[in-house]
């Protein structure tokens, strides 16, 4: 019953999963993102039926979270500043000049 996704600004899942797919990892390009978490009871990941929760960490820190909630759909908003992958290269130095004759 509980599925989340992560989309870009332009509104593109660039990440989704279910409630069985712990621990999902993957590297973003730079810019704005929503997390999503769905339930399709509205009775949360916790309490009632349960002990579950979610948690949405960027670079290590904590950017989402949550257990219960009471709707079918929990969204937050998060920034990933200054990361693009892969990294470019460093820049070439032109090769070192041959020694005179």
């Known amino acids: 019953e509980s ?3 992560v989309r870009s600004a ?5 990440m ?4 069985e797919d712990p621990g999902t990892t993957a590297i973003l390009d730079a810019g ?11 009775n949360g990941l916790c309490c009632q039926y349960g002990t579950g929760k979610y ?12 257990a219960a909630f009471n709707s ?5 908003s998060f920034d990933i500043i200054g990361h693009a992958w892969p990294p ?5 130095s032109p090769p070192p000049a041959p020694p005179p004759p």
């Open 72 to 76: 079918t759909a929990e969204s937050t």
């Open 32 to 42: 704005t993102y929503t997390f999503t978490m769905y339930d399709s009871h509205s």
């Open 16 to 19: 989704q999963g279910g409630s």
């Open 10 to 14: 332009q509104g593109l899942a660039v």
């Open 88 to 92: 470019s290269p460093p820049p070439m």
């Open 3 to 5: 599925s989340w996704d």
């Open 55 to 66: 948690e949405v960490f960027v670079d290590g820190e904590l950017v989402a979270s949550g």
